[in-house]
């Protein structure tokens, strides 16, 4: 519902579901739901669309493990604030 009220502060009458959570069924369903019930414009892609980069990311680890490619302990994940 923070969607649905944000859509009422900001007066805007569109919502848009996108990324790899807008394969989540029962989050289309309920915001459907709501778009429905509170009158505003809800745009999701087709499922086939909607991709989840958690899935991506392992794929391409997949492929660097399997050529040796394997990071040190030392890594940090964490970009600097340098590099932002």
Known sequence: EKAVLALRESGLHTLCLAGGVSANRRLRAQMSELAARDGFTLCMPELA??????AMIGSAAYYRLRKGEIAGLDLNAVPSLSLL
């Open 49 to 54: 669309l909607c991709t989840d980069n958690a």
